[in-house]
T-cell receptor, first 113, second 112 residues
Framework: GAGVSQTPSNKVTEKGKYVELRCDPI?????LYWYRQSLGQGPEFLIY????????DSGLPNDRFFAVRPEGSVSTLKIQRTERGDSAVYLC???????????FGSGTRLTVV | RKEVEQDPGPFNVPEGATVAFNCTYS??????FFWYRQDCRKEPKLLMS???SGNEDGRFTAQLNRASQYISLLIRDSKLSDSATYLC?????????????FGAGTRLAVHP
């Protein structure tokens, strides 16, 4: 596709449930990033993939958060036992190489009730 | 202390005004600097890169002072369409990749 696609655009879930957020990067982009943006804050880094491997997952807040990119294209961010504090916009971005600028997707707005 | 600090605003200005945003960063190893624009409920989009020599793009001028670890953005002749949040962003390549660190953003509201 022409841009980075994220689905769903909105997700409402109950506290304690499991959610998966999907990111479809620009075709051919090897680098993929997940960020989280809470209300009134800038995006905060979560994880970086180069190809299939998570090269830097230092931004994941705890072990309830996990992300995969099994074939080096689509990535899924998985959150277990969701908490109200997980409510935020989850942004995905991709770049052609690890040193290039990013293109962001439009995000998934997650609300935990 | 946050790595990138910005005045949150909001800045409420009339059309035609000149407005300046400031930003400081704490990591002296930062190598690249940017201003991003984010409209309400949209993703951030690159406005411009920032260089030590200063750079201009139409009504927008960005400046970097590495010694003071300070970045600025000046908007001249503000338009209603400039209303948005402006994010100051730094990156370093210490991990071998372009890791962006965002400030919390400064909100601008331009009114008629």
């Amino acid at each position: 596709g022409a841009g980075v696609s994220q689905t769903p655009s909105n997700k409402v879930t109950e506290k304690g449930k499991y959610v998966e957020l999907r990111c479809d990067p620009i075709s051919g982009h090897t680098a993929l990033y997940w960020y989280r943006q809470s209300l009134g804050q800038g995006p905060e880094f979560l994880i970086y993939f180069q190809g299939t491997g998570a090269a830097d997952d230092s931004g994941l807040p705890n072990d309830r958060f996990f992300a995969v990119r099994p074939e080096g294209s689509v990535s899924t961010l998985k959150i277990q036992r969701t908490e109200r504090g997980d409510s935020a916009v989850y942004l995905c971005a991709s770049s052609l190489t690890p040193r290039d600028g990013y293109t962001f997707g439009s995000g998934t707005r997650l609300t935990v009730v | 202390r946050k790595e990138v600090e910005q005045d949150p605003g909001p800045f409420n200005v009339p059309e035609g005004a000149t407005v300046a945003f400031n930003c400081t960063y704490s990591n002296s190893a930062s190598q690249s600097f940017f201003w991003y624009r984010q409209d309400c409920r949209k993703e951030p989009k690159l406005l411009m890169s920032v260089y030590s020599s200063g750079n201009e793009d139409g009504r927008f001028t960005a400046q970097l002072n590495r010694a003071s670890q300070y970045i600025s953005l000046l908007i001249r002749d503000s338009k209603l369409s400039d209303s948005a949040t402006y994010l100051c962003v730094v990156s370093d390549f210490s991990g071998g990749y372009n890791k962006l660190i965002f400030g919390a953003g400064t909100r601008l509201a331009v009114h008629p």
